[in-house]
């Protein structure tokens, strides 16, 4: 996914073996973020129902996920400095395992706030995992292959992401639609007796998780990982920043923030909202639950292009301006048609977003030398796009209507298209 730049390891620490170890490791992890990550696309009407939730309230979902990168990205880089890089991620994999372990309290009283407080806790192990991994993707391997690197993490990362809504959704989701129809005719004892039984499905597929994420924290430990140095910066970098005293002095930086910011909120929109969106036109849930995974299958898609297209045949700053433009049209295209021609719109957004992270990150944090750690911490608070934009596609769904609610993401990609074009090079050419 993301990139640091100015790291260094160890020379004992680069041997071949280490390295591929490593990144296997690593590999393992953004398949973990994927898997977790984009169960909420699930999860959103999964407990809109179990809950008995308005548009607006199945939106908390991402939110509570979410907006735990802004509120613990900078203890997340405290913590890491105190105990390493690999202490740090069996701590984050622990973390998030409580997270999972409080669905279960949440199942079996049928409590929204407690499963919200269990998804705010997976997402501060999430923040500390993402802190802690994203320097290796640069550093294990000849710095001009990183951003191939980039991608195959993606990779992982997306092909986890398509899988988990397939698995949880034919837990949860089973038989909803006939559900659904019940429910209308049942007095209020049953219907609640019926709620109970649908909130007590998702307790198994955690146990599960949890189980998982408590041995590969154990793997972790014991692993050969290497730590790494995050604070050397080259000669040429620490004289064309030695007028500098904040990172608040990078525009370009700034700007990058706020862009990746945009840029989850718009993937997590597209991929967290396209199976209720579908249920909104009409499709069954039964069907609609698939819909994620589309969405993400033409990510991974796109990752495969970014692999073996740049730079030979583009640039990253190209990739970002064709990915901002296509975002635009297939915007257009989900607002102003219907059924499953609108749907596969929003599907097709997965193939906009594919590209712009490993091109918006290392654009921003160009240049940043000493100040990296810093802009690095700003970046990951920017994560947090992806909780508040799609809580207000749920309110803007309940004033109008799913489907008008999409014009959200359209100023969005205008302003990454800016990025791309100008926005990148904002005070570079004073330092």
Request: aromatic letters at 12%; a positive charge.
């Amino acid at each position: 996914m993301s990139t640091v730049a100015d790291v260094a390891i160890a020379p004992a620490d680069t041997k071949p073996a280490k390295s591929s170890n490593a990144i296997l490791i690593i590999g393992a992890l953004f398949f973990v973020f994927g898997f977790v990550t984009w169960m909420n696309s699930v999860l959103i009407p999964y407990l809109k129902l179990a809950c008995e939730l308005n548009n607006f309230e199945s939106y908390l979902v991402a939110f509570a996920f979410y907006i735990s990168y802004l509120v613990m990205a900078v203890p997340s880089a405290w913590l890491l400095k105190k105990t390493g890089f690999k202490k740090g991620m069996a701590v984050g994999l622990g973390i998030m395992a409580v997270g999972a372990l409080l669905f279960i309290p949440a199942a079996l009283s049928r409590t929204y706030m407690m499963f919200l407080l269990g998804l705010f806790v997976q997402g501060t192990g999430l923040a500390v995992l993402q802190t802690a991994s994203n320097p290796y993707i640069t550093i294990l391997g000849p710095i001009e292959s990183a951003a191939k690197r980039i991608s195959i993490m993606g990779i992982c990362n997306k092909i986890a992401g398509a899988i988990a809504p397939i698995v949880l959704g034919a837990i949860t989701l089973k038989d909803t639609d006939a559900l659904k129809a019940r429910l209308l005719q049942m007095p209020v004892q049953q219907k609640a007796a019926e709620l109970n039984q649908l909130a007590s499905r998702v307790i198994w597929p955690y146990v599960v998780i949890i189980a998982v994420l408590a041995l590969l924290a154990l793997f972790i430990l014991f692993s050969n990982l290497p730590e790494i140095d995050t604070d050397k910066e080259d000669e040429q970098t620490a004289l064309n920043n030695t007028n500098k005293t904040s990172v608040f002095q990078f525009p370009h930086l700034l700007l990058g923030v706020f862009t990746l910011f945009l840029y989850v909120g718009v993937e997590v929109l597209a991929g967290d909202s396209i199976i209720s969106y579908g249920a909104s036109q009409g499709v069954p849930l039964s069907t609609a639950k698939f819909f994620t995974t589309c969405t993400l299958l033409f990510m991974i898609a796109g990752y495969i292009a970014g692999i073996i297209c740049i730079p030979k045949y583009f640039s990253q700053q190209s990739a970002l301006k064709v990915s901002a433009v296509s975002g635009l049209i297939f915007t257009l295209g989900a607002v102003f048609t219907t059924g499953y021609v609108s749907v596969f719109f929003v599907a097709l957004l997965g193939l906009s977003n594919s590209l712009l992270w490993p091109a918006i990150w290392p654009l921003a944090i160009a240049g940043l030398g000493r100040f990296t750690k810093a802009g690095s911490s700003m970046m990951i608070m920017a994560i947090a796009g992806g909780a508040l934009l799609p809580l207000c596609y749920g309110y803007l769904s309940d004033i109008f209507n799913p489907t008008h609610a999409y014009w959200l993401m359209f100023p969005c990609y205008a302003f990454i298209l800016y990025y791309g074009i100008k926005g990148h090079k904002a005070g570079l050419a004073k330092a």
